[in-house]
């Protein structure tokens, strides 16, 4: 993680320069393992390493530095023909090379046969696989080593979190070894002066950003990033630039190079080497990004949520997404010289997009609130799992995918007796088509809303979907036919809970057993109903009568019971300012988690009180909110992207409480992972569909003593599931995907296990095994219809089916 501000007091000591540990001895070696030549370059013969404060909090370096004999330091000045010019050199990196002792850079440690001791880190600035390393002077006593080691995990544990590693436990310092692979060994011979080449390795393939400037044609590869003088016949190309705005203010102006996202190929391809990103207020809260080189203007885009913006700091590069008025979308990389650059962008661009999102000026919120959005937007998950690990992965899902035979292509809902077995097609009888979904907890039945009717299906003992029978009207005790807006079922999936859009004050109850409303409640005359939930997780198990209920600005307890309103006054909490509340979940103890439009999340022990926790807002209106039974985690649901926040306190007086039931301190609140689509998947999502991403609401997968493990989402025609244990390890796009021929209306996990996932098409009901679900690749994305595209020559790929074919055995028995 990288911070921009210090946000607290070291505990160290003293925040000066000063060294905290050092060995005194050794050799220092770049080591180029991957080089088409194969190398490595000595560049001290004679060094010593250290570890030392820097005059920021949080922050600090391993030094390498030169050390000379007696007198070899002037001579070497006087070689020169300025003495003084050299000197100032040999004072600079000529003298010593500097490191941000950060996670990114992996230091690892390996103790070799003999008396050999290795310290490694990685080239941030070389290619892929390039790596320091310091090899100790045999006199340096595995203490020391050792020691030096430990240093350098607490450093980084305080860089990450931003607090003293004497709040870590030995497990959170453990996540900073790295040994997952032998250090290369170093050779004291010189190489060759050769020009440092673009490496397809170190390339921004979906999603790794190139790591130099300077491209060799012999070193390219069709899987790397591409010069742009070397595009192939298919490269796609940047899109006619616009007039731009004029400028009110520049929040920011910096150098960097340009990349642009090449769908053909699933590349990155170089365009500038020398381009000027800036970011300007063009005006009452409308701002612009505009890139241009001293020859050529390249883009000029509005700052808005759908830029998709991910600031990935190990390659000190922004990536973005542009879309175009006829719904083309194009991926762009900038990549900056340094790490302080890169700061200086992504404040300016972060104030433009914070402040479009909110209309409130950044300067108005507080330094640590800047910083928890900031870090929102890095990449936080910039490492690939082992190639080794990826390749078992795959050799399982393959594995169940033979194992389980059934088939999982979508069940329409209508039935012919006549139709042939093996051309299937049908026509929707209506222009309703599916909307909402309640899978059931207590009984194995999913219920899809369609207009006024209410399909039921049954799932079966082989992970298939059965039709069972449809409530063709639903209709409110008078007799008025309505299309439900909102659903939940209730006491022991007895009861269907249903609002009418018109009514947002009232509402009704459908004995599922009869097929028919039979209750109508009036929540209270004054408070409205913008959603409901249950009592808590797992509540609709059980015969509890009393659910919650939020309005824009009031959280409350709703109990049917009750004479009259049904809104129990003595459980209303209700703000005098108007939060936007939009969502609202429950943990398995029935603590409350409320999100608002405003982006902003709280968490209550329970009702009728202050909340004891609010996670400050990124931006976005949350459309969705889902909280694991045990309340450790909280997913909020925003339009282009996800958050998955941690409620356990891991330090302080309230430590191993969650948030829910103790308030975090006021410079420790829970930092959010941002769960997003890289902005190549989106732009080639977009690129397939003509649509941009927009979540469903996203849901945990759940069951009764069941560990939360995976996360169900989608975004047009694409399924997307996360997995939890990537999530968490830092995996880069921890997702799989699936496509479908339509846009996905509602989805959620089969109740009890993280296999099969329900998903309600326009006029299809499927349940979908996981090992259906793929990696996002060029093929996965294309999904059944070849690798498509909307611009150019055409299409790329042969379609093979415009949509399923669907055999009898596949179709339910009754019209929906």
């Not at 080239?123 to 090899?135: I, R």
């Not at 207009?451 to 059965?466: R, W």
């Not at 809970?497 to 109850?509: A, V």
């Not at 997307?720 to 244990?725: C, F, Q, V």
């Amino acid at each position: 993680m990288f911070v921009l501000r210090n946000v607290g007091k070291l505990l160290f000591g003293s925040s000066n320069q000063e060294s905290m540990i050092e060995l005194p001895q050794g050799q220092l070696y770049l080591v180029r393992p991957l080089s088409p030549k194969g190398y490595s370059e000595l560049i001290f013969k004679d060094a010593s390493a250290r570890i030392r404060r820097t005059a920021q909090d949080y922050h600090y370096q391993l030094v390498v530095q030169r050390v000379y004999e007696e007198g070899e330091a002037e001579l070497l000045a006087e070689e020169g023909e300025d003495a003084e010019a050299d000197a100032d050199v040999l004072a600079g990196e000529r003298d010593e090379k500097t490191f941000l002792l950060d996670e990114a850079l992996h230091f690892r440690v390996e103790n070799r046969e003999g008396s050999e001791r290795v310290l490694a880190w990685r080239d941030l600035s070389g290619d892929a696989g390039d790596v320091y390393e310091f090899v100790c002077d045999p006199t340096i006593q595995p203490s020391q080593v050792e020691q030096f080691e430990q240093i350098a995990r607490r450093c980084q544990y305080e860089r990450k979190y931003r607090k003293p590693h004497t709040t870590a436990t030995e497990e959170d310092l453990a996540q900073f070894q790295f040994d997952e692979q032998p250090i290369p060994q170093a050779s004291p011979i010189h190489s060759p002066t050769i020009t440092r080449s673009l490496d397809p390795s170190d390339s921004m393939v979906l999603g790794k950003p190139a790591a130099n400037t300077r491209v060799k044609r012999e070193n390219v590869r069709e899987t790397g990033t591409t010069p742009a003088n070397t595009s192939k016949e298919n490269d796609m190309k940047p899109p006619a630039v616009s007039a731009h705005p004029e400028a009110r203010e520049i929040l920011a102006a910096e150098v960097a190079e340009l990349h642009f996202f090449d769908f053909p190929s699933g590349t990155f391809v170089l365009q500038d080497a020398a381009v000027t990103a800036t970011v300007t207020e063009i005006g009452d809260w409308q701002y612009w990004l505009q890139v241009k080189s001293s020859d050529r203007d390249w883009l000029g885009i509005p700052v808005v949520a759908d830029i998709n913006p991910v600031f990935n700091f190990e390659f000190l590069s922004f990536i973005f997404n542009q879309f175009t008025d006829d719904g083309s979308a194009y991926s762009w990389l900038l990549r900056f010289k340094d790490q302080p650059t890169l700061e200086r962008f992504q404040d300016g661009l972060l104030q433009a997009l914070w402040e479009q999102l909110n209309e409130t000026k950044w300067s108005k919120i507080k330094d640590k609130e800047r910083d928890y959005v900031a870090d929102a937007f890095n990449d936080l998950t910039m490492e690939d799992s082992e190639q080794a690990e990826e390749e078992e992965e795959e050799q399982e899902e393959h594995a169940e995918e033979d194992e389980e035979e059934e088939d999982d292509r979508p069940r329409s809902e209508h039935y012919d007796s006549d139709e042939d077995a093996d051309d299937v097609e049908y026509k929707p009888k209506d222009n309703d088509v599916n909307k909402q979904l309640a899978v059931g907890y207590k009984h194995d039945r999913s219920f899809v809303v369609r207009g006024s009717k209410i399909g039921v299906f049954k799932h079966t003992p082989d992970n298939h979907l059965e039709f069972s029978t449809n409530i063709s009207k639903v209709e409110t005790p008078k007799g008025e036919l309505f299309s439900p807006k909102k659903v939940m079922l209730h006491n022991e999936d007895r009861n269907l809970i249903l609002q009418k859009d018109s009514e947002p004050n009232k509402l009704y109850r459908m004995d599922l057993e009869y097929g028919k409303v039979v209750d109508e409640w009036t929540v209270h005359e004054d408070i409205p109903v913008v959603t409901f939930a249950p009592e808590n997780k797992f509540a609709q198990m059980t015969h509890e009568p009393t659910f919650l209920g939020i309005s824009k600005n009031a959280l409350y307890r709703v109990d049917p019971r009750l004479s009259g309103t049904k809104l129990v006054d003595a459980q209303l909490k209700q703000y005098v300012s108007k939060n936007d509340f939009s969502a609202i979940a429950t943990t398995g103890k029935g603590y409350i988690a409320v999100a608002s439009n405003k982006g902003d999340v709280r968490l209550f022990d329970r009702l009728g009180i202050n909340a004891k926790t609010h996670i400050p807002a990124l931006g976005e209106p949350i459309i969705g909110l889902d909280v694991s039974a045990d309340g450790r985690w909280v997913l909020a649901t925003c339009r282009t992207y996800l958050l998955l926040i941690d409620a356990l306190q891991k330090s302080g007086k309230n430590e191993g409480k969650l948030g829910f039931e103790k308030s975090f301190a006021a410079d420790d609140k829970p930092q959010p992972r941002r769960l997003a689509l890289t902005p190549e998947h989106v732009a080639q999502f977009a690129y397939e569909t003509g649509k941009g991403v927009n979540f469903t609401p996203a849901k945990f997968n759940t069951g009764e003593g069941a560990e939360e493990t995976s996360i169900i989402t989608a975004t047009g025609p694409y399924i997307i599931e996360w997995s939890l244990k990537k999530v968490l390890s830092g995996r880069k796009a921890p997702y799989l995907i699936k496509r479908y021929t339509d846009d996905v209306k509602a989805d959620d996990f089969k109740f009890g296990t993280d296999k099969n996932v329900i998903v309600a098409l326009p006029h299809e009901v499927n349940m979908v095994n996981h090992a259906r679900l793929k990696r996002p690749t060029r093929e996965s994305i294309a999904g059944d219809f070849g690798i498509a595209g909307r611009r150019g020559s055409g299409r790329i790929g042969t379609p093979r089916s415009g949509r399923y074919k669907l055999g009898k055995e596949d179709v339910v028995k009754e019209a929906f």
